[in-house]
């Protein structure tokens, strides 16, 4: 049986409602003003609130108010009974959240029907809350099996490796990993799909699955180039897929201390040491390449980067620097370098740190884009 509120100052109308709610099968609850509306409206949660707009105290407009900003009556239907008839009032009533109109004197036939479509509307309001709800149980728990997979930060004693993710959304299309090819050699890379959420998500998720299982056939996992081909001829884009994802990617060998690496339209991952005279030497790591996936026939090439002891690499995704500024511009690759470079310079090496510091910079509570990134400490 659905509950009903009645809001009414006079007490002949109350009883009126009262009574034909209650021969219509409904639950009728009635109070005699505003205040004491409102708190029956929070303790039995009513599926549909008839409120008289004008009523001493607490008036129907100000009740209508704050059942509407109550989350646990935000799918409460809510009539307004006014004499008032002319459209600067009714759109005084739509602005505090008023869903329908009654005038008084009320014919009991329009009182009936539009508490019939008020209900209606009150149980979609539900389910589509109650779906609500579950999709984001559901995008709660695969962004939990995400972030489960990718990997842990690393401390060896010749390498250690810092990460962090941070979505746009509950789920976001950056991935990272790194793992030992042999006993010496390691692969490390960080992916951008385009887009956010669930559908950028999924592809980056086969990309580490198909890496870690060395999936890719006649790929020589040693040689950054070719895992990038590989990786383009699996990933293309199609009239069903229209994504395709950016990607730096490269291999250590720790023994040599060389560093192999190719990267397909990613932004370069930034070597830091300290120089012969005490000054940040900063080195970018590019080569050429489109997205994967963008051009069947695309080409990638290797590049090799001879490592210094205590030196830094930071691999990243544009998201960390594509903020937008108080002054409506976009902060840009250039300012996140020099901050890097401060960064470098501190005796934590913390990236909680440098966030922190970037989300002050950001003028949104989210960021625009997913965002990632990798510390690579060589010792």
């Not at 390449?289 to 205590?310: H, Q, R, S, V, W």
Request: glycine residues 6%.
């Amino acid at each position: 049986m659905e509950k009903i509120l009645v809001i009414d100052d006079d007490f002949a109308v109350r009883s009126l409602l009262e009574r034909t709610l209650a021969q219509c099968g409904y639950e009728a609850i009635v109070a005699c003003d505003g205040e004491e509306g409102l708190e029956k409206a929070l303790y039995f949660r009513p599926a549909l609130v008839i409120c008289d707009w004008l009523m001493p105290g607490m008036n129907g407009l100000e009740v209508c108010r704050q059942i509407k900003t109550t989350p646990a009556l935000s799918t409460t239907f809510f009539i307004l009974l006014t004499s008032l008839g002319s459209v600067e009032d009714r759109v005084k009533g739509l602005d505090a959240g008023a869903d329908d109109f009654l005038c008084k004197p009320i014919e009991m036939n329009e009182l009936k029907a539009r508490i019939r479509a008020g209900l209606r509307l009150h149980q979609l309001s539900r389910d589509l809350q109650s779906q609500k709800h579950l999709l984001e149980t559901e995008l709660a728990e695969a962004a939990e099996y995400v972030c489960s997979i990718l990997p842990e930060p690393l401390n060896d004693s010749s390498i250690a490796i810092d990460v962090r993710f941070i979505p746009s959304r509950k789920l976001g299309g950056d991935s990272f990993d790194f793992y030992w090819l042999d006993s010496d050699r390691m692969a490390i890379y960080l992916l951008d799909v385009s887009g956010h959420g669930l559908r950028a998500a999924l592809p980056s998720l086969s990309v580490i699955n198909l890496l870690r299982s060395r999936g890719l056939n006649q790929v020589n996992y040693y040689r950054p180039s070719e895992v990038l081909r590989g990786l383009n001829r699996t990933f293309q884009m199609t009239s069903r897929n229209d994504k395709y994802f950016t990607i730096w990617y490269g291999v250590y060998d720790r023994k040599e201390r060389q560093l192999t690496y190719a990267s397909a339209g990613h932004p370069p991952a930034i070597l830091l040491h300290k120089g012969s005279t005490g000054q940040i030497v900063e080195k970018s790591l590019k080569t050429s390449g489109f997205p994967i996936g963008m051009f069947a026939d695309a080409e990638y090439t290797d590049a090799e980067c001879k490592i210094n002891l205590n030196s830094s690499l930071y691999i990243f995704s544009d998201g960390i620097y594509e903020i937008d500024r108080p002054d409506g511009k976009i902060w840009g690759l250039k300012e996140f370098i020099k901050l890097l470079k401060i960064y470098h310079t501190m005796p934590r090496h913390n990236l909680d740190l440098l966030l922190n510091q970037i989300q002050s910079w950001n003028t949104k509570k989210q960021f625009n884009d997913d965002l990632s990134i990798m510390q690579i400490t060589f010792y």
